[in-house]
């Protein structure tokens, strides 16, 4: 995350121990890890319950997909089968008129 190299903390333990001196420098630095490790945790848990969330809203998305696509299947049986009823009697109607037109008047 930050790029501190061993110079640095160097620097800041040397700084530390002039400033705290060496009887409170042990508890200062257990106290700053603590609350260090306590930020990363919330931060993981943060960085979780986003991507739970993400990952939800995509479910969402996709279930609703589906149904979309269900419904336009049934719409696409429904025109069909539609179709099939209007053509049946077309057909009759049209081979009717073909053996009217084929048979002689009298």
Same mark, same amino acid.
């Not at 040397?14 to 930020?39: D, H, N």
């Not at 589906?66 to 025109?79: A, C, G, T, Y």
């Given at each position: 995350?930050?790029?501190?190299?061993?110079?640095?903390?160097?620097?800041?333990?040397?700084?530390?121990?002039?400033?705290?001196?060496?009887?409170?420098?042990?508890?200062?630095? $257990?106290?700053?890890?603590?609350?260090?490790? *306590?930020?990363? +945790? !919330?931060?993981?848990?943060?960085?979780? =319950?986003?991507? /739970? &969330?993400?990952?939800?809203?995509?479910?969402?998305?996709?279930?609703?997909?589906?149904?979309?696509?269900?419904?336009?299947?049934?719409? $696409?049986?429904?025109?069909?089968?539609?179709? *099939?009823?209007? +053509? !049946?009697?077309?057909?009759?109607?049209? =081979?009717?008129? /073909? &053996?009217?037109?084929?048979?002689?008047?009298?």
């Amino acid at each position: 995350m930050f790029d501190i190299g061993f110079s640095e903390l160097l620097l800041i333990a040397v700084v530390g121990l002039l400033v705290l001196g060496p009887e409170r420098l042990p508890v200062a630095v $257990r106290t700053t890890s603590l609350w260090i490790g *306590r930020l990363r +945790r !919330q931060f993981t848990e943060i960085r979780a =319950e986003v991507e /739970r &969330e993400i990952g939800a809203d995509e479910i969402r998305a996709q279930l609703r997909n589906e149904e979309i696509m269900d419904q336009l299947r049934e719409s $696409r049986e429904v025109l069909e089968s539609t179709s *099939r009823e209007i +053509r !049946q009697p077309l057909m009759e109607a049209g =081979e009717a008129v /073909r &053996e009217s037109k084929d048979t002689p008047a009298a």
